[in-house]
DNA sequence: CCGACCGTTTGATGTAGGTCAAGTTTTTGA
DNA sequence: TCAAAAACTTGACCTACATCAAACGGTCGG
């Protein structure tokens, strides 16, 4: 989410996965991960990878959202990453994983299989220095995370969820106008996310659609009323934060 | 703490460190190391890092415990890391961080001032790797840790916890005797990793003392008396996991 | 050796959020 | 187009853990 350097290059046809995977590249090196892309699709529910799979390949997100949950032996589950479009699966040195990766909407993956992308990243290394951003961006969003789920109210972590979607959503029309935005995930996903039951959250969603801080076109479709006290609601130090 | 490959290499002065660092490197990148290290100390409680410094140096811990904590303005704190020996601190790329680093106890830190340690990690690709190792080993145990904050009751947390200390600790003597074991942890700084209170920890151990799961010599040094029913109260798959 | 202090334990009580149980709305699919 | 299923909301109740309060060692400085 950091640095998030956009070159000037024009990607021929899936511009969002060259992004993720390198922010830097030339035209050369897009032609060469053009070449050995692959498009998978998943339907809303379908399990992308099973715990303890092999990586056959990586991907990057290009439409839809997928979730990577912990589930325990009693079935209790906790969802312990989100990827939306432009996030990226599979990290250096990992070829298994200890999570399984779902589809939470209808999905479109981009896809590199493992062996030639392990190449390419020897003989690019730029890309693999983009890799390992990917991976520390994420190793701080969970530690932001785990502040969430250690120490939050069942209203700080929504807040906190719905302002993270708004960051992540956030762009300006051309004309002023600013678009709906929309949640990416059901309430049970939301809950699965937040260490929470789908009840508690429903209740609090409706706190703050009764408190005048959001305003629901439908269950998914809302707008931000009152950014300032959606903010001061989540309980984070307001430093601001890039706007990505 | 997995890909323990230790070398057969004699390390001069301080061993845990460049294990932490490297974990097959040939006598010569440890005489370069050698040269670069630098001692610090802190005494428990003390500051190593505020949240937003720069990291002016990178280090590995030699002695004692050191925590990794995020904190809320009303002052809410959650550990997001602990440091137990070997366990290095600064990553690929990151100059700042975004929490504090805290001497849970007295500590003895290895450090490597910053500008020729990223030289280091340019010229020697392997410590580079290793170096990514360790923060993906960081990032799969803080999955865990997000699954046992949002979803694991105050006793599966305090089993979780005790096991790993167990998991870590684990060496036989060559008498065959099982050393005592002791925790690393004040009550509070369990209560702060877990996400509970000083209270709600201190029942909890008392219960697992009084179901004969633990045997306690002092409030820090205790003895496992039923390994089995600790793995089952933690709540995990036991799928085992090998040992350190 | 003693008193202040800190870390810990223990008990009594309060409450946020979980659980259970209906409803209501939306989506699906035939 | 309509019925069945799934997703969501709402209410009543319950419990695990937090909070508040007090007492109990250890340890450290004088």
Tied chains: 1, 2.
Aim: glycine letters at 8%; charged letters at 30%; a negative charge.
């Amino acid at each position: 989410m950091k640095n998030n350097v956009i070159s000037g290059v024009k990607c021929t046809d899936c511009p969002i996965q060259h992004r993720a995977v390198c922010s830097r590249c030339d035209h050369a090196e897009l032609m060469l991960l053009e070449s050995m892309k692959k498009y998978r699709s998943f339907k809303a529910g379908e399990a992308i990878f099973w715990r303890g799979d092999d990586l056959t390949y990586v991907a990057s997100v290009i439409e839809g959202v997928a979730t990577l949950e912990k589930t325990m032996e009693d079935g209790r589950t906790q969802m312990v990453g989100l990827l939306l479009p432009s996030d990226f699966i599979g990290h250096p040195g990992r070829t298994r994983i200890d999570f399984d990766v779902t589809a939470a909407s209808d999905v479109v993956l981009c896809c590199f299989d493992r062996a030639p992308f392990d190449q390419l990243l020897k003989d690019v290394p730029h890309i693999s220095q983009r890799m390992i951003e990917l991976a520390m961006d994420e190793l701080d969003a969970a530690r932001d995370w785990m502040l969430l789920l250690g120490r939050k109210t069942a209203g700080e972590k929504i807040a906190t969820f719905v302002e993270m979607v708004v960051r992540r959503q956030h762009f300006d029309r051309k004309d002023g106008m600013r678009p709906d935005l929309v949640l990416p995930l059901s309430r049970g996903d939301i809950a699965n996310y937040l260490g929470l039951t789908v009840e508690t959250v429903s209740r609090q969603i409706g706190k703050l659609k009764s408190d005048g801080i959001l305003e629901f076109i439908d269950k998914r479709r809302f707008r931000v009323i009152d950014l300032e006290r959606l903010q001061q609601a989540t309980g984070d130090d307001d430093d601001g934060g890039v706007i990505v």
